[in-house]
C-alpha cells in the first residue's frame, strides 16, 4: 500500500488512506452490484429456486467486497464504523448463506429486507458520523449517503412485493443494485484519478 498523500480537497477521503489503494474494492463493488442488476433484467421466470440462488450469492460476494474496502480504509481502533460496516457485511453474507439454504420466498425476500436496510444503515451512519471538519466534503461521504438510502429503499420495499412473486422481488432488488453500481463505479474511476494525481505531483 501506497504512504503517498492524498490532496485534503472536495475528493479527500475519510482517512490517510490513498485514494490508490482504494478504488480497486470499489470497482470490484461496482461490478458484482451491476452484474447482478443486468441478471435481474434479462432473468425472466427466476422462480423461487433464481431468487435463492441469486441473492445468495450476490450477499456473499457483496460482504466480501465490503469487508476489503474496510481493510483498506485502515479506520483507527477507537472508529465505530470499524463495527458498523464490517457487522453489516457479516450479516448480509449470513443471510445469504440462509437464503441459499432456506429456498424460500418469504425468507429471502424478508432477510434480504433486513440484510439491505442494515446495510444501508450502516453506511448511512458511516457518512453521517463524518461531518465535521474536511470529512465533510469527503467524497465517499457523498456516496455512502447515496449508496446508504438506495440500500435502505430497496430493502424496505421487498416485503410489499412477495406478493407478486420472485420475478417482482427480484426486479426491485435489481433496480437498486443497478443504481447503486453505477454510483460505486463513478467513485471508484474518481478514486483511481485521484490517486494517479497525487502520485504525480
Not at 42 to 47: K, W, Y
Not at 147 to 170: D, K, Y
Amino acid at each position: 500500500m501506497s504512504d503517498t498523500a492524498v490532496p485534503q480537497g472536495v475528493n479527500a477521503t475519510i482517512t490517510s488512506t490513498p485514494a490508490s489503494a482504494l478504488w480497486q474494492p470499489v470497482l470490484f463493488r461496482s461490478m458484482i452490484t451491476l452484474l447482478f442488476g443486468i441478471i435481474t433484467v434479462f432473468f425472466g421466470a427466476p422462480g423461487t429456486l433464481g431468487l435463492c440462488l441469486n441473492l445468495a450469492w450476490y450477499f456473499l460476494v457483496l460482504a466480501a467486497a465490503q469487508y476489503w474496502f474496510v481493510r483498506r480504509l485502515a479506520l483507527p481502533r477507537g472508529d465505530a464504523k470499524r463495527l458498523a460496516l464490517p457487522g453489516a457485511a457479516a450479516f448480509l453474507a449470513v443471510a445469504g448463506v440462509v437464503i441459499f439454504i432456506s429456498v424460500n420466498t418469504d425468507v429471502a425476500a424478508w432477510l434480504g429486507a433486513v440484510a439491505l436496510v442494515l446495510m444501508g444503515a450502516a453506511e448511512l451512519y458511516a457518512a453521517l458520523a463524518n461531518r465535521a471538519g474536511k470529512a465533510a466534503k469527503s467524497q465517499l461521504r457523498s456516496d455512502w449517503l447515496i449508496s446508504g438510502v438506495l440500500s435502505v429503499g430497496t430493502g424496505l420495499l421487498l416485503p410489499f412485493f412477495i406478493g407478486a412473486g420472485p420475478h417482482a422481488l427480484l426486479g426491485v432488488s435489481g433496480g437498486g443494485a443497478l443504481m447503486t453500481g453505477a454510483l460505486w463505479l463513478l467513485s471508484a474511476l474518481s478514486l483511481r484519478h485521484d490517486g494517479r494525481t497525487a502520485k504525480g505531483k
